[in-house]
């Protein structure tokens, strides 16, 4: 970073005309054209937004970094005299600054040197109810650690860290911890929902038994609101219609609820972060990013309780209402470690998704790696998402997954509870509250390790469809299976279980499957229900490789295996 600072300044030395000599900027504005070098859609070409030169520390307004002083005045006050110069950088030296809730304002950098540790309070009167947005709901919650609205040119750069002591405010499953850390983390008092689920207060677990999903429902007055707030988490850092949002180099740790929530938010970047979260933390996401136009998200890392980089768009009627999509996103050499999923699309994408690049990341030891989830009642449209180049390994499910039947759990959760049964249902017709998923193209992924190879589970009435996977290797326990599915087409796919069929077929139409790359001798694949149809198998195979059973009409099957 010094390195390049000072070839900028450099050239502002040989050319003044180049720039302004009265700003300055973290990284060189071209750095990012590399990554639209064969990007399948338009889309403006990020920079960094840029400050006016001027420059506070927080110790000028009376800030302490001694880990126990409360900062909150000491924030607000050098964010406000730094907004009255136009704006610049908020310093914060080496220390552990103590502090409330942190609020910006436009044309702000918040920069942390090194060793610099924000550390927010856990005294929950300091985080006054607001109104928000959460799981792609219009609701309330405690104010955000870090917030701000309607801004333009935010910034948090540097070389620090953000803590938000999320383990005061977030609830606590014995599964998910040793026995040890069960019993001090429990000791300090707090109420049980159940013998093995624990909350902070009586007053979470009311909010717990009178919400839906996570966000309380038809509450009214200020009385019933404050009778929950301990239940009302809030996301580490808000930031909400904010124009020009740079984050860079810093670490964000220990989030109450989702950690980075950019919201309807345009030219977003986040470059070189990590993104920590316990791996028990509930609602632990790490990037969420929701209804929010061009955005970049490179070199960055997350090991986190829940998603890991997630894609949302509102919820329900909520989401449709708003109407907002999550389009153009970059997504470039990015490594989540734990996490219910490594790139994650959904369930909330009610306003859509569009125009998604995730190129040249790794997973490693997420439950599932590419997770796109949704339900009925979502509504909204997920199409034009293109992955490449991603390897993973030691997946406790599958590389792949769609699922339109979400329920809410994990994917891990949903196997141990039993819950992934098949489900017997009338079909109800398509309106607009039927998600659809469609044109998605999976090119290069190698996947040493894994459940299940790849699982889709699309709508009877409405089928993922046009989902597109080539040069796919994939070493499971078990192989795919492909359910309510149409217009699939698998390329060049390698799967290597150990047992059963390499491919299930359930319920699909219109499947082109060519270079299939197996070393099972039997029952390759395996086709059943009354929708199958136009099912095209392009290779040699013998007769008895493939299983058709009774539920799978004659009539409409159409299986033909090519030399």
């Keep these: 970073m010094r390195r390049i600072i000072y070839v900028l300044k450099k050239c502002l030395l040989l050319s003044v005309g180049l720039c302004c000599l009265s700003c300055q900027v973290d990284r060189n504005p071209s750095d990012y054209g590399y990554l639209y070098e064969n990007l399948p859609f338009d889309m403006p070409v990020l920079s960094p937004p840029t400050f006016p030169n001027n420059e506070v520390l927080i110790t000028d307004f009376g800030g302490i970094g001694d880990g126990t002083t409360l900062n909150t005045k000491a924030f607000a006050n050098a964010m406000e005299a730094l907004s009255e110069k136009g704006g610049g950088r908020l310093r914060v030296p080496a220390g552990v600054w103590f502090t409330g809730p942190i609020v910006f304002k436009s044309n702000i950098n918040l920069h942390l040197e090194d060793r ?264 909204g449209v997920v199409e034009n998402i293109f992955i490449r180049d991603i390897n993973m390994f030691d997946i406790a499910t599958e590389p792949l997954h769609f699922n339109l039947y979400y329920g809410g759990k994990s994917v891990v959760e949903t196997l141990e509870d039993g819950d992934e049964a098949t489900i017997v249902e009338e079909i109800p017709p398509v309106d607009e509250t039927t998600p659809t998923f469609k044109n998605i193209y999976i090119n290069d992924v190698v996947c040493a390790s894994a459940r299940r190879a790849m699982y889709f589970y699309g709508l009877p009435e409405h089928m993922i469809e046009n989902i597109n996977v080539e040069n796919f290797i994939v070493h499971s326990k078990v192989g795919g299976e492909l359910l309510e599915s149409e217009k699939i087409n698998l390329k060049n796919v390698a799967i290597y279980p150990e047992g059963g069929p390499v491919l299930t077929l359930r319920n699909v139409r219109n499947v082109h499957i060519e270079g299939l790359k197996t070393d099972a001798t039997s029952n390759i694949f395996d086709v059943s229900g009354h929708r199958s149809s136009d099912i095209a198998i392009h290779g040699n195979y013998r007769e008895e490789q493939i299983k058709i059973r009774k539920d799978a009409p004659s009539d409409m099957l159409k299986l033909h295996a090519v030399n």
């Excluded at 994650?344 to 030891?365: A, R, T, W």
Aim: glycine content about 10%; hydrophobic content about 35%.
């Design 116 to 379: 610099a540790i924000i550390l927010f309070s856990p005294d929950k009167d300091l985080y006054p109810i607001v109104e928000t947005s959460f799981e792609g709901l219009d609701t309330r919650r405690c104010q955000s650690p870090i917030s701000g609205r309607n801004l333009e040119n935010v910034a948090i750069t540097g070389n620090g860290a953000i803590d938000g002591n999320g383990h005061y405010w977030r609830p606590l499953k014995k599964e998910k911890v040793s026995e040890s850390f069960w019993k001090r983390a429990t000791s300090a008092g707090g109420v049980f929902k159940r013998d093995t689920y624990w909350m902070p207060s009586a007053q979470y677990l009311h909010g717990d038994t009178t919400s839906d999903m996570n966000v309380p429902r038809h509450l009214k007055t200020e009385e019933e609101w404050m009778s929950v707030r301990d239940f009302l988490r809030p996301v580490m850092v808000s930031l909400i219609e904010c124009r020009n949002v740079f984050l860079q180099g810093v670490i964000f740790q220990n989030s109450p609820a989702w950690n980075i929530h950019p919201l309807m938010c345009e030219n977003v970047i986040l470059d070189g972060v990590q993104v920590r979260n316990p791996s028990y933390a509930q609602n632990g996401d790490g990037l969420d990013l929701e209804s929010c136009k061009n955005a970049i998200v490179v070199n960055s890392t997350f090991d986190v309780g829940d998603d890991g980089i997630c894609i949302k768009s509102g919820k329900d009627e909520d989401g449709r209402k708003r109407n907002q999509a999550t389009e153009n996103v970059i997504i470039h050499n990015c490594t989540v470690f734990k996490g219910h999923g490594g790139f994650v699309v959904g369930s909330e994408m009610s306003g859509g998704v569009k125009n998604i690049l995730v190129s040249n990341c790794q997973f490693l030891g997420t439950d599932v790696g590419l997770r796109f989830k949704s339900r009925r009642g979502r509504g």
